[in-house]
C-alpha cells in the first residue's frame, strides 16, 4: 500500500500533468463532488489539494460525520434517507445503538486542532501530527484509535453501503481523497491516449455545452464545424473499413 501523504501528492501531481493546455485544475477538479465522494468537508478538500495538511480529528468523531454523511449522499431509489433502523438491522444492531452513537457524538464534538495555516501564524508549524487530538480533560495530546464495539459498527455501516468493510469510514482525508482522485485520474489518461475521449464523455458534453454561452456566434459556429468534419472524417473511415472487409471476404 502507498504511503498516505506521498500517494496523494503523486496523484495530484500525474493529475496537472495530464491536464494540458487551456483548461485549469479547477476545470477537472469538482470539489463538492470529491467531498460527496471521499466524505472528506469542502473545505479540507481545498487545503488538501492546496498542499496543507488538515486539521486533526478524533477518530471516532469522523466514522460518525462519515455515517451521517452517507445517509445523506447515498439515498435509496426513491430519493429519501435510509433509516436507522434499516442500518443497524443488516449488521444485527438495534436502531437505538446506532442513533445513540451519532447523536452522542453530534452533541459534543471533539476539539478540532488548527490548520497547518493557523499554526505557521502562531510559529507552531510541524508540532502536532495531523492524527492527535487533545484530551478534553487535560489538554495533553492522545492519538486517535478505533477499536472494539466501534470496529465491528464500522463494518456494518460499510458492508451496507459498499457491500463490504472497506475502511471508508475511517480513512485519514488524504487517503479518502486520493482514492475519490482515481477516477479523475483514469479519465484523464483515457484522454492522453484518445483525444476524443474528452467530447465522447458525459462531462466533457456537458463542460462543452455549459461553455457555449460564452463563445461568439462565429466561434460556436466554428466549434461545430470541427465536431461535424471529425464525425465525418470518422464515419468515412469507418465505411471504407467495411468495404475493405468485404472485398476480403469476397477474395476468399
Known amino acids: 500500500m502507498r504511503e498516505t501523504r506521498p500517494a496523494l501528492a503523486e496523484t495530484l501531481s500525474r493529475i496537472g500533468s495530464l491536464i494540458g493546455d487551456g483548461r485549469s485544475r479547477d476545470d477537472v477538479l469538482d470539489v463538492e463532488q470529491l467531498s460527496n465522494e471521499s466524505g472528506v468537508p469542502r473545505d479540507v478538500v481545498r487545503m488538501l489539494l492546496d498542499g496543507e495538511e488538515p486539521p486533526a480529528e478524533d477518530i471516532t468523531d469522523r466514522i460518525v460525520r462519515r455515517i451521517v454523511h452517507l445517509r445523506e449522499t447515498r439515498l435509496r431509489p426513491d430519493g429519501t434517507r435510509h433509516s436507522y433502523d434499516e442500518i443497524a438491522a443488516s449488521y444485527g444492531a438495534s436502531r437505538a445503538s446506532l442513533s ?7 452533541k459534543t464534538p471533539s476539539p478540532q486542532m488548527p490548520s497547518r495555516q493557523a499554526l505557521s501564524r502562531q510559529g507552531l508549524s510541524g508540532q502536532v501530527p495531523s492524527e492527535q487530538v487533545p484530551s478534553q480533560q487535560t489538554g495533553e495530546r492522545r492519538p486517535a484509535r478505533s477499536g472494539g464495539p466501534l470496529a465491528s459498527t464500522q463494518a456494518g455501516i460499510e458492508t451496507f453501503f459498499f457491500g463490504q468493510p472497506n475502511g471508508w469510514l475511517s480513512a485519514e482525508p488524504q487517503t479518502s481523497l486520493d482514492n475519490a482522485l482515481q477516477s479523475v485520474l483514469h479519465g484523464l489518461e483515457r484522454e492522453a491516449v484518445d483525444p476524443m475521449a474528452r467530447l465522447r464523455g458525459t462531462h466533457g458534453l456537458r463542460e462543452l455545452a ?8 462565429e466561434e460556436l459556429q466554428l466549434v461545430t464545424d470541427w465536431i461535424d468534419t471529425i464525425l465525418q472524417r ?3 473511415q469507418r465505411v471504407r473499413g467495411s468495404g475493405s472487409d468485404s472485398s476480403h471476404t469476397e477474395g476468399h
Open 100 to 106: 445513540n452513537l451519532v447523536n452522542s457524538r453530534r
Open 210 to 217: 455549459a461553455r457555449a454561452p460564452q463563445l461568439a456566434e
Open 234 to 236: 470518422r464515419n468515412a
